[in-house]
């Protein structure tokens, strides 16, 4: 007996219709189930009629910025935001991430890069936070409040240990500067990434062979850090 796989909802919001239209094809090919908005008002609609799961988030769109519209996004939707964006568009990512997309991705982007970020946050939807992370030599088991290195039990403080847990929750996605602070220190230190930086530094000096070159904590310029699989 062949099992019935239900196929993931995607909601697409694009407005460049030879991009939109390559990617539902690409992701219908893939096995989802694709709905399309090429604008704000079309998001607005599509979102009131389907249910998405996912959604892949263009900013610029013609009839305004989908960025406005991520307080609206997130009361109506429990969907899964990947942001499509320019390169240029740093300060908006940040913007983006802050208001509860969960990852984004710079254009031009790979076929390929776009449905392992799309398995990623799939994962992440269905799957409880780990209690235990681990890759290569590096291990954090959260419960436990233990990190080891090749087997051997690293110290950290409390505040390395929250900063190193706030990246394992990002499971591979960069968390920003502003998210990572409100989880280590519970509050906004304003645009002040300072102690993040020190924080940080000493993590590396910890859990990495070779800091200045790290294999796990990977510094995302001017939008937060990441903690990545080997
Ligand atoms: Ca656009």
Redesign the pocket.
């Known amino acids: 007996m062949t099992e019935r796989v239900q196929a993931v909802r995607v909601l697409l919001v694009?407005?460049?219709q030879s991009l939109r239209q390559f990617l539902a094809t690409t992701l219908a090919a893939n096995g989802y189930a694709v709905a399309e908005a090429d604008s704000c008002a079309a998001l607005q609609d599509s979102l009131q009629h389907h249910s998405p799961e996912l959604m892949l988030l263009?900013?610029?769109?013609?009839d305004g910025d989908s960025l406005a519209m991520m307080d609206f996004i997130r009361a109506s939707s429990d969907c899964s935001i990947l942001i499509l964006s320019a390169r240029d568009q740093d300060r908006q990512k940040v913007e983006a991430l802050d208001a509860g997309a969960d990852d984004y991705l710079s254009k031009p982007f790979s076929m390929e890069e776009l449905l392992a970020r799309l398995r990623a946050l799939m994962r992440r939807r269905t799957a409880p936070a780990a209690s235990v992370w681990s890759s290569g030599e590096l291990l954090v088991d959260v419960k436990r409040r233990a990190v080891e290195v090749e087997g051997c039990e690293v110290h950290l403080t409390p505040i390395e240990f929250r900063l190193l847990v706030a990246l394992v929750n990002g499971d591979g996605s960069v968390v920003t500067h502003a998210r990572l602070m409100e989880q280590v220190w519970g509050r906004h230190l304003s645009e002040n990434t300072h102690y993040l930086r020190i924080y940080m530094r000493q993590l590396r000096g910890k859990i990495e062979a070779n800091p200045a070159q790290p294999r796990y904590l990977r510094t995302v310029p001017g939008v937060g850090y990441a903690l990545i699989r080997e």
């Open positions: 694009e407005d460049d263009d900013i610029g769109l013609p």
